[in-house]
């Protein structure tokens, strides 16, 4: 795996914008590393590959932003979250790698259409069912793409938090998130040799990718950065669910 060019080029690159996302953006478009992985290796192998730099990162984030975040909304997405992992096990048992190229490949999209799709803003906050809804959505895509922002976020910009307090509620859930993950994909054989001398080479592009989020968090625009992130979901996305069908 490390010896390939492709790798070499493409997955720093993918680390280091998950970690800006996930460190200062809300985690929505991270996901976008195992998209563009899944182009170079197999699904599986991708998202065993990123699963433990992303909980690295996880960790990273936690103490800038430590109780920062909202507990009681963290709380329901959590909750929310565990029954979504466990259906997401039971999809991964029964899948291929091209239903699992076509599943990324379409969340990419869905991700791209619901940021852009016109919506007026919530008239008022969504309730807690709402929210465990919300948090089975965000585990179940989580688990198969690393892909959990978007069902969270619904739920987190209907409860009028402030920038930094939506991005500390998105940094603890998809840390318990990922945390929850970690032991299935272990029994499903997701994790590798090769995937664990793959991700010790890229642990310090996933350490400075976390320094550059937090930093970026309070410095760049996040209208900017989610335009290069539309880009980049839209031509991965078509891509992969090309792939699968050819």
Not at 109 to 124: D, E, M, S
Not at 227 to 232: E, G, M, P, R, S
Request: glycine share 10%; with cysteine.
């Amino acid at each position: 795996m490390t010896d390939s060019l492709a790798f070499l080029v493409v997955a720093p690159l993918a680390v280091v914008f998950a970690g800006i996302s996930k460190a200062g953006f809300g985690s929505g478009a991270a996901f976008a590393s195992a998209v563009l992985l899944a182009l170079i290796l197999p699904p599986a192998q991708a998202l065993g590959l990123m699963l433990p730099l992303l909980m690295l990162i996880d960790l990273l984030t936690l103490r800038p932003y430590w109780q920062r975040w909202s507990w009681p909304d963290a709380k329901v997405l959590i909750l929310g979250g565990l029954p979504g992992v466990a259906l997401g096990v039971a999809l991964f048992k029964v899948a291929n790698d091209d239903v699992l190229r076509l599943l990324i490949g379409a969340v990419s999209l869905g991700f791209v259409i619901w940021q852009l799709w016109p919506r007026k803003a919530a008239a008022r906050q969504l309730p807690v069912g709402a929210g465990l809804l919300a948090g089975g959505v965000a585990g179940f895509t989580s688990f198969v793409s690393h892909a959990g922002g978007p069902p969270a976020a619904v739920y987190l910009l209907s409860r009028e938090l402030s920038k930094t307090g939506y991005q500390a509620t998105s940094v603890l859930v998809f840390w318990a998130i990922n945390v929850a993950k970690f032991v299935p994909y272990a029994f499903l054989g997701v994790f590798t040799y090769e995937t664990f001398l793959a991700g010790l080479l890229l642990a310090p592009f996933a350490c400075l990718g976390a320094y550059l989020g937090v930093k970026a968090h309070h410095a760049v625009s996040e209208k900017a950065f989610f335009v290069v992130t539309y880009i980049l979901l839209s031509v991965t996305g078509v891509k992969l669910i090309f792939d699968a069908l050819t």
